[in-house]
T-cell receptor, first 111, second 110 residues
């Protein structure tokens, strides 16, 4: 089966850096996604990692370690608009590319 | 511009009604998904499809069925709506390295 864990809530300060962790267990790993979701809206794509290492996209970076079943999303120079839920999702190769989501981390940014 | 379109943004249905939620994508993606999202429970997979007429159950298929007659369209069917199916329903479509969502349908069953 699959299992994805991420913290339920986090709080950070405007201008700071925050790291949101995600651990997963899957029978056939085929990529990991990070999504941002504002309240009442659909998730929007942030990043995709299939190989180990760090992928940087502006203020957001995503890291993957397949051997540890671990990923993190790093947000730099936090802005108030970054207050949202961040969803980690794993694609399972063994189930016709099924994508399973974690429960999400609600990030609150304080001034 | 990638588009995943869900037929309705808001729906109110009565208990026992048959409900159809439609999702259309224009990226020629093979994989399409239906999720529901509830507070504190995150996104839960109901059904997914990896090709026309092919479907697989997700984690919570009970009370739902799906139809994929054409590649671009994936329909979620509530055979007999119940109040515990009140939720936000999200359709997604995936390519090789991206997964795009529709805008969501907030369904209320009264």
């Amino acid at each position: 089966g699959q299992n994805i864990d991420q913290p339920t809530e986090m709080t950070a300060t405007e201008g700071a850096i925050v790291q949101i962790n995600c651990t997963y267990q899957t029978s056939g790993f085929n990529g990991l996604f990070w999504y941002q979701q504002h309240a009442g809206e659909a998730p929007t794509f942030l990043s995709y990692n299939v190989l180990d290492g760090l992928e940087e996209k502006g203020r957001f970076s995503s890291f993957l370690s397949r051997s540890k079943g671990y990923s993190y999303l790093l947000l730099k120079e936090l802005q108030m608009k970054d207050s949202a839920s961040y969803l980690c999702a794993v694609r399972d190769r063994s189930s016709a590319s099924k994508i399973i989501f974690g429960s999400g981390t609600r990030l609150s940014i304080r001034p | 511009d990638v588009k995943v379109t869900q037929s309705s943004r808001y729906l109110v249905k009565r208990t026992g009604e048959k409900v159809f939620l439609e999702c259309v994508q224009d990226m020629d993606h093979e994989n399409m998904f239906w999720y529901r999202q509830d507070p504190g429970l995150g996104l839960r997979l109901i059904y997914f499809s990896y090709d026309v007429k092919m479907k697989e159950k997700g984690d919570i298929p009970e009370g739902y069925s799906v139809s994929r007659e054409k590649k671009e369209r994936f329909s979620l069917i509530l055979e007999s709506a119940s109040t515990n199916q009140t939720s936000m329903y999200l359709c997604a479509s995936t390519g090789e390295s991206l997964a795009f969502f529709g805008q969501g349908t907030r369904l209320t069953v009264v």
